[in-house]
């Protein structure tokens, strides 16, 4: 079975992060990953799994509690250009988020460079969607959520 | 023990009621963990700020008290243990309240929606037998599978 390389966003503590890290701990299949952490403070750098992580970076998300407009509009702007850059570097074959707001600036840079983009919504999220999820629904490639009841479209888990 | 963890955003409400609920005898063998930015200091209980490996108390522990976040939740219930949820309502869109009532709903959950019966809840719960681990993958199934059988195409990235 080949190696799937993975960029994983929205890492760096908190429920994204291990909602993330469950799936991929999950995958009963080589990955290589690609993992971008986030957070106030460029988060916690810490990730358990058994895959290879090939590279590892640093970006503020944007959208992070206590954020001003301007300084989200200005983060926003620096996660298009890093997510240009990891994409043209790294090369995955896909990009994975989980609830992070970071997915909207990596998607605009992905779908510019035809990589495939998919976004989870948080399982946390019930009824109500995120604004990211709302945002997503356009630009991922695949979008998954769990509860039927969220006004999504996508694979919704809770059938499958 | 009875383990009770804020996660990584304090929750001084839970942290005091469950200090008083010691002082005034109604638990006993409580250990809580506070947060790093917790500003209310239990005085009759042991405590910690935080600290790596946490999935180790949840183990040891008889039952966990948590908020609604997603690692607490779906860790304890992973483990197996015996989990009395509370809200948070002091997180940026709340959306906890949501995710516990439907936890509730598929009995995997004992959902405590008021601090002053959190007592009662827990001790109700703990006559209650242990919970099997639960296999939370579920929730995320659709992506787990589609990255096992991702097909690699050649490349059309512009790079």
Known sequence: MSTVRVCVLGLGGGGFAWEAQKIVSSVRRPLELVLVFSGPRGGLKYFFSDHQVVGSYDIRSPALTGDRTLGQVRVLGENVLAAFKIIRKERPDVVLAVGTAQAI?????????????????SVTRVRTPSRTARIMQSLATRNYFFWRELPLTGMCMEDA | MIFVTVGTISFDDLVRHMDEAVSRGELTDVLLQIGSNGIYIPKHCEYFRARPGIDEYYRAADLVVGHGGTGTTLGVLEIGTRLVSVRNPTMSADHQDEFLSALERLGLVSYCRNLADLPTVIRRRLQEPKPPPCDVTRF????????????????????
């Not at chain 1, 779908?111 to 983009?117: D, F, G, S, T």
């Not at chain 2, 995320?140 to 790079?159: G, Q, T, W, Y």
Request: aromatic share 14%.
């Open chain 2, 140 to 159: 995320f199934c659709a992506v787990v599978s589609d990255l096992e059988h991702f097909e690699k195409k050649a490349s059309n990235m512009r790079m």
């Open chain 1, 105 to 121: 600036p990596w998607a605009l840079a992905a779908r510019v460079l035809h990589c495939p983009i998919w976004y989870a919504e």
